[in-house]
C-alpha cells in the first residue's frame, strides 16, 4: 500500500467553517480546529467527511480483499509508518492527518462488507445506519441527564418501548436499556437476579456465550453450573435434573443463536421448567433477537416471551455499526435496583418537577446516544424491510450449506439454525483444518472463523451480509477446496 505523500489539499490546516457574521464572536468558529457543533458545524465537516470518504475508499481498493494480506506484522509496519511519531511536535495538519489514518485504517480493517468475511458475528452496518451515528457523533450527548441530551432521552425512551414490546407483547410494562452488546446485557441479567435473591446459582447450557461465566465471576457468584447439549443446545432432561438437585436462589439461562453453530435452546420447554421449579430464566438472544422481524422466522423463538429478561443485539442481525445492544425485562419493576441519585445529574426535587430521570437506565454514566442510527434504521425500513434482510441472510446460509455438501471434499456438520454454517476439510486432521484458516487469513483472501464441536475443530462461517451472492459463496468453497487438495497432494 502506497501512502500519501507531501502536501496537497489535504496537509493544510481544514478551511474556516464559514464567513463570521458581523459582530459576531470570532471565535465561534475557530481556523485551524474548527468544532463540530453548532451551526457552523456542519460547514466544518463537510470538507473533512469528503476526506474520510476518499480515504475510506482508497484503503479499500489498496486492501483488495477481505483482510489485509501479510498478518500482523505487514499490518503493524503500515501503522507505524502512517502514525509515528504519535505526538510530534509540530502537527501535519487536520487533513492530512485524517486522510493518512484513516486510508491506513481501511486498508488494514476486516471488511465485514467483503463477502469473505465471515467469521464472526460483526455485521456490514447499513449505510443509514453509519450516516445517523455520525449525526450522534457530531451532538455528542450524553445520556446521563436529560439536561445533556433532551431529544435523545425521549427518542430513547420510545424506541426501546417499542422494541421491548416486540419481544413482549402481551406484558403490560415491559421495558429495555440500551447497552454496548451481549456482554453487559448478560451481565445485567445476572447483577439483577442477585439484588433480587441474594447469592443466586446460576445454570448454562454448553454453548452459552462466554460473558455468562465472566458476570458470575465479576459479580461474586458461583460458578455457573454447565449444563450438557444435545445437537448444540441446552437439553432439558439434563436441566431438569440439575434444577432437581440444586437448591436456593437459581437463574438459568438459555441462548437464542450460540456464538460456536448458531443454535436456539428449547426455549418453550425450557420456560416450561424455570416456572415447575420457580426459578427465573434468562434468554441471550443476542444473536437469533432480530428474528422477531420476520414474519417467516419469528416461530424459531417461540418461548422467548416467557423469559425474565432477554438480551438482544441490533449490531449483528440488525446491520447496525457498534454498539447496538438491548437488555429487555417483562416487568419495568426490575430494574428499579439500578436506581441511584447524583445531585449533579438527578436531584429529587428536579426529578419531582418532571426532568427525566435517566441515571438509573445504565451501568454507565457518559453515554452516547446510540438509539439515534436504530431509531432511523427502523423508521426507514420498517418491520417489512428488516425481515426482507433477515429472510435473505438466512436463506444465504441455507444455500452455503448445500453448496458444502455437494462438495465431495467438504463434510457439512449440519443445516443451519441462523446463518451460522460449520463445515471441515473431509479426512482432515483438526491440525489441518486449522491451517486452512491460517492460510486464508494470513493471504488476505478469506476470513473464517473455528468451532470445537462433537470433539473435532471446524471452520466457521457466519453469513451476515445479506447480499451475498452464489458466486461469492462458490468462490469461498473453491479457496478452500483449492487449500484442502494441496494439502492432499
Same mark, same amino acid.
Given at each position: 500500500?502506497?501512502?500519501?505523500?507531501?502536501?496537497?489539499?489535504?496537509?493544510?490546516?481544514?478551511?474556516?467553517?464559514?464567513?463570521?457574521?458581523?459582530?459576531?464572536?470570532?471565535?465561534?468558529?475557530?481556523?485551524?480546529?474548527? *468544532?463540530?457543533?453548532?451551526?457552523?458545524?456542519?460547514?466544518?465537516?463537510?470538507?473533512?467527511?469528503?476526506?474520510?470518504?476518499?480515504?475510506?475508499?482508497?484503503?479499500?481498493?489498496?486492501?483488495?480483499?477481505? *483482510?489485509?494480506?501479510?498478518?500482523?506484522? %505487514?499490518?503493524?509496519?503500515?501503522?507505524?509508518? /502512517?502514525?509515528?511519531?504519535?505526538?510530534?511536535?509540530?502537527?501535519?495538519?487536520?487533513? !492530512?492527518?485524517?486522510?493518512?489514518?484513516?486510508?491506513?485504517?481501511?486498508?488494514?480493517?476486516?471488511?465485514?462488507?467483503?463477502? &469473505?468475511?465471515?467469521?464472526?458475528?460483526?455485521?456490514?452496518?447499513?449505510?443509514?445506519?453509519?450516516?445517523?451515528?455520525?449525526?450522534? @457523533?457530531?451532538?455528542?450527548?450524553?445520556? $446521563?441527564?436529560? $439536561?445533556?441530551?433532551?431529544?435523545?432521552?425521549?427518542?430513547?425512551?420510545?424506541?426501546?418501548?417499542?422494541?421491548?414490546?416486540?419481544?413482549?407483547?402481551?406484558?403490560?410494562?415491559?421495558?429495555?436499556?440500551?447497552?454496548?452488546?451481549?456482554?453487559?446485557?448478560?451481565?445485567?441479567?445476572?447483577?439483577?437476579?442477585?439484588?433480587?435473591?441474594?447469592?443466586?446459582?446460576?445454570?448454562?447450557?454448553?454453548?452459552?456465550?462466554?460473558?455468562?461465566?465472566?458476570?458470575?465471576?465479576? *459479580?461474586?457468584?458461583?460458578?455457573?453450573?454447565?449444563?450438557?447439549?444435545?445437537?448444540?443446545?441446552?437439553?432439558?432432561?439434563?436441566?431438569?435434573?440439575? &434444577?432437581?438437585?440444586?437448591? #436456593?436462589?437459581?437463574?438459568?439461562?438459555?441462548?437464542?443463536?450460540?456464538?460456536?453453530?448458531?443454535?436456539?435452546?428449547?426455549?418453550?420447554?425450557?420456560?416450561?421448567? @424455570?416456572?415447575?421449579?420457580?426459578?427465573? +430464566?434468562?434468554?441471550?438472544? /443476542?444473536?437469533? #433477537?432480530?428474528?422477531?422481524?420476520?414474519?417467516?422466522?419469528?416461530?424459531?423463538?417461540?418461548?422467548?416471551?416467557?423469559? $425474565?429478561?432477554?438480551?438482544?443485539?441490533?449490531?449483528?442481525?440488525?446491520?447496525?455499526?457498534?454498539?447496538?445492544?438491548?437488555?429487555?425485562?417483562?416487568?419495568?419493576?426490575?430494574?428499579?435496583?439500578?436506581?441511584?441519585?447524583? !445531585?449533579?445529574?438527578?436531584?429529587?426535587?428536579?426529578?419531582?418537577?418532571?426532568?427525566?430521570?435517566?441515571?438509573?437506565?445504565?451501568?454507565?454514566?457518559?453515554?452516547?446516544?446510540?438509539?439515534?442510527?436504530?431509531?432511523?434504521? &427502523?423508521?426507514?425500513?420498517?418491520?417489512?424491510?428488516?425481515?426482507?434482510?433477515?429472510?435473505?441472510? &438466512? /436463506?444465504?446460509?441455507?444455500?452455503?450449506?448445500?453448496?458444502?455438501?455437494?462438495?465431495?471434499?467438504?463434510?457439512?456438520? $449440519?443445516?443451519?439454525? +441462523?446463518?451460522?454454517?460449520?463445515?471441515?476439510?473431509?479426512?482432515?486432521?483438526?491440525?489441518?483444518?486449522?491451517?486452512?484458516?491460517?492460510?486464508?487469513?494470513? %493471504?488476505?483472501?478469506?476470513?473464517?472463523?473455528?468451532?470445537?464441536?462433537?470433539?473435532?475443530?471446524?471452520?466457521?462461517?457466519?453469513?451476515?451480509?445479506?447480499?451475498?451472492?452464489?458466486?461469492?459463496?462458490?468462490?469461498?468453497?473453491?479457496?478452500?477446496?483449492?487449500?484442502?487438495?494441496?494439502?492432499?497432494?
Amino acid at each position: 500500500m502506497s501512502t500519501p505523500s507531501a502536501p496537497d489539499p489535504r496537509s493544510s490546516p481544514v478551511p474556516a467553517a464559514a464567513a463570521t457574521a458581523p459582530g459576531e464572536a470570532a471565535a465561534t468558529s475557530p481556523g485551524p480546529a474548527p *468544532l463540530a457543533g453548532g451551526t457552523h458545524g456542519p460547514d466544518a465537516l463537510r470538507p473533512l467527511i469528503g476526506l474520510v470518504l476518499e480515504a475510506l475508499r482508497e484503503g479499500a481498493a489498496d486492501r483488495g480483499g477481505p *483482510l489485509p494480506p501479510g498478518g500482523p506484522p %505487514s499490518v503493524a509496519a503500515q501503522v507505524r509508518q /502512517a502514525a509515528e511519531p504519535v505526538l510530534p511536535d509540530q502537527g501535519i495538519g487536520a487533513g !492530512d492527518a485524517l486522510h493518512r489514518l484513516v486510508r491506513t485504517m481501511a486498508y488494514g480493517a476486516a471488511d465485514p462488507a467483503d463477502p &469473505l468475511c465471515a467469521a464472526h458475528l460483526h455485521t456490514p452496518p447499513l449505510a443509514l445506519a453509519v450516516a445517523a451515528d455520525l449525526a450522534a @457523533c457530531a451532538l455528542n450527548q450524553s445520556l $446521563d441527564s436529560w $439536561d445533556q441530551a433532551p431529544a435523545a432521552s425521549e427518542l430513547e425512551h420510545l424506541v426501546v418501548g417499542a422494541l421491548a414490546a416486540e419481544v413482549y407483547p402481551d406484558a403490560p410494562e415491559p421495558d429495555a436499556l440500551v447497552t454496548t452488546g451481549g456482554t453487559e446485557s448478560n451481565q445485567l441479567a445476572l447483577l439483577l437476579a442477585r439484588e433480587r435473591h441474594g447469592a443466586i446459582q446460576v445454570i448454562c447450557g454448553a454453548g452459552s456465550h462466554h460473558s455468562v461465566q465472566r458476570a458470575a465471576w465479576l *459479580l461474586g457468584l458461583p460458578a455457573p453450573v454447565v449444563v450438557p447439549a444435545g445437537g448444540g443446545t441446552l437439553d432439558p432432561v439434563a436441566l431438569d435434573e440439575a &434444577l432437581t438437585e440444586l437448591h #436456593g436462589p437459581r437463574l438459568v439461562v438459555a441462548t437464542a443463536g450460540t456464538t460456536d453453530s448458531g443454535r436456539i435452546d428449547p426455549l418453550p420447554e425450557i420456560a416450561a421448567l @424455570c416456572e415447575r421449579h420457580g426459578v427465573e +430464566l434468562h434468554v441471550d438472544a /443476542a444473536y437469533g #433477537g432480530p428474528l422477531l422481524f420476520s414474519e417467516r422466522h419469528r416461530p424459531a423463538l417461540a418461548g422467548l416471551e416467557h423469559a $425474565d429478561s432477554v438480551t438482544l443485539d441490533l449490531h449483528k442481525l440488525g446491520w447496525q455499526p457498534v454498539a447496538a445492544g438491548l437488555f429487555v425485562v417483562r416487568e419495568r419493576s426490575r430494574l428499579g435496583p439500578l436506581a441511584i441519585t447524583a !445531585d449533579y445529574l438527578n436531584p429529587d426535587d428536579d426529578t419531582e418537577a418532571g426532568l427525566p430521570d435517566l441515571l438509573g437506565r445504565s451501568l454507565r454514566t457518559t453515554r452516547r446516544p446510540d438509539v439515534l442510527k436504530v431509531a432511523v434504521t &427502523l423508521r426507514a425500513l420498517g418491520r417489512s424491510g428488516l425481515a426482507e434482510l433477515v429472510d435473505a441472510t &438466512l /436463506a444465504s446460509a441455507g444455500d452455503f450449506a448445500a453448496l458444502v455438501a455437494a462438495n465431495g471434499r467438504l463434510e457439512l456438520w $449440519d443445516s443451519p439454525t +441462523l446463518s451460522t454454517v460449520l463445515f471441515r476439510p473431509r479426512d482432515a486432521t483438526d491440525e489441518q483444518t486449522a491451517a486452512v484458516r491460517r492460510t486464508l487469513l494470513s %493471504s488476505g483472501r478469506a476470513v473464517l472463523g473455528r468451532a470445537h464441536v462433537d470433539g473435532r475443530l471446524w471452520l466457521k462461517v457466519t453469513l451476515l451480509n445479506p447480499y451475498t451472492t452464489a458466486d461469492d459463496q462458490r468462490r469461498l468453497v473453491n479457496l478452500v477446496t483449492e487449500l484442502v487438495e494441496g494439502t492432499h497432494r
